[in-house]
């Protein structure tokens, strides 16, 4: 038995069993990762973002791998709410792990629209809104770096559901911590950050881009400086829960991301790699609190020494 409270909350209403989520797009909508890891032992799982309709995204090539991380182009491909729904909700509601639903949309009506669906289900106890995706022409960024869009989505999301609101923020603007400040004024409970970086790469013989897409979302280790910074900045400048997110690949990362000020981490790409991350990372959080004479880890949010 655990002698550390492991326990983090998100905002008033959201509390995990423990920071450790595993993030949008890199776990479907968790049937695969369930063969690797007991889902009930994780703090939380977000799904792929879901749109209103299905999603075929992009054209191949949508993914490569670059150094110390990856670039991906999926553009959003995914089921659809209907078959959310009736396809994966099933599955979701059977494994014990709490469920925030991430939501992707062209417009701000289609995003009130499937949160308005969505919030009459139970098991879902967050949500978490895609305004950052760098790969969709419609939506994403254009959403994504525009303040007054960011708050319009978040005050009109905001009133169409009562359970915990999370805008997961981009890493691709100036100014994070105004974004996380116009989240929270018009409601959000938290933000999430980051989503992937704008990048790209080339094929020196064809000398065409390795995306088809011309530019994909840059994940991976090689991110992290950057989403430390971030989460960093927000922590300092907003007074919002942080869900940090990253290039995280084990529990150093995870307590490297609290001490910038998380309340929580979502593992991404390292997923692909190492299905069970997980699960390590959080025996590994475990151990370094009992080992420090943790005995909350919450206590770790923004500990930073400056
Ligand atoms: C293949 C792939 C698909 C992704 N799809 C989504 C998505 O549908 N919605 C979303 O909000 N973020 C998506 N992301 C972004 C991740 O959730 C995460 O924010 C980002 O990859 C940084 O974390 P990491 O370095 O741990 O991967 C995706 C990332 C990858 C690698």
Redesign the pocket.
């Known amino acids: 038995m655990s002698e550390v409270d492991l326990t983090v909350k998100i905002g008033d209403k959201l509390e995990l069993k423990n920071p450790v989520i595993l ?4 776990v479907g909508y968790g049937n695969e990762i369930s063969e690797f890891i007991d889902l009930s032992k994780i703090g939380a799982i ?1 799904t ?2 879901i749109s209103l309709h299905p999603r075929k995204g992009n054209p191949p090539q949508r ?1 490569v791998e670059t150094t110390g ?2 670039l ?1 182009a ?1 553009g ?1 491909a ?1 089921v659809g709410l209907e078959k959310f729904i009736s396809e994966k909700l099933p599955f979701l509601e059977k494994v014990k792990s709490t469920l925030i639903c ?1 939501i ?1 949309a062209s417009t701000i009506e289609e995003y009130v629209e499937c949160v308005s669906i969505l919030d009459r289900y139970e098991i879902i106890k967050a949500f ?1 809104i ?1 305004v ?2 760098p790969n969709v022409k419609d939506g994403g960024l254009i959403f994504g770096n525009n303040l007054n869009a960011v708050a319009e989505i978040t005050g009109r999301v905001r009133k169409a559901t009562g359970k915990t609101l999370i805008i ?1 923020l981009s890493p691709n603007v100036s100014d994070i911590a105004g974004f996380a400040r116009v989240a929270k004024e018009r409601g959000a409970d938290a933000v ?1 950050a ?3 970086l704008v990048g790209t790469a080339f094929d020196i013989n064809t000398r065409k881009p390795k995306i088809k897409n011309i530019t994909g ?1 840059l ?3 090689a ?2 400086p950057v ?1 430390l910074a971030k989460v960093l900045e927000i922590s300092r400048n907003v007074d919002i829960p942080v869900i940090g ?4 690949t084990d529990w150093q990362d995870a307590v490297e991301f609290m001490i910038a000020g998380a309340s929580a981490v ?5 997923n ?1 790699v190492n299905p069970k991350a997980s699960i390590e990372v959080l025996e590994g959080l475990n151990k370094y609190c009992l080992d420090n004479k943790i005995k909350r880890i919450a206590e770790l949010t923004a500990s930073y020494v400056l």
Do not use: D
Request: contains cysteine; charged residues 10%.
């Open positions: 993030a949008s797009g890199t977000v792929k973002s993914v991380g990856m991906n999926i959003l995914n991430n992707a978490e895609n950052s995706c997961k999430s980051i989503n992937t979302g994940s991976g280790p991110i992290k989403a997110i990253g290039g995280i979502q593992l991404g790409t390292v692909f």
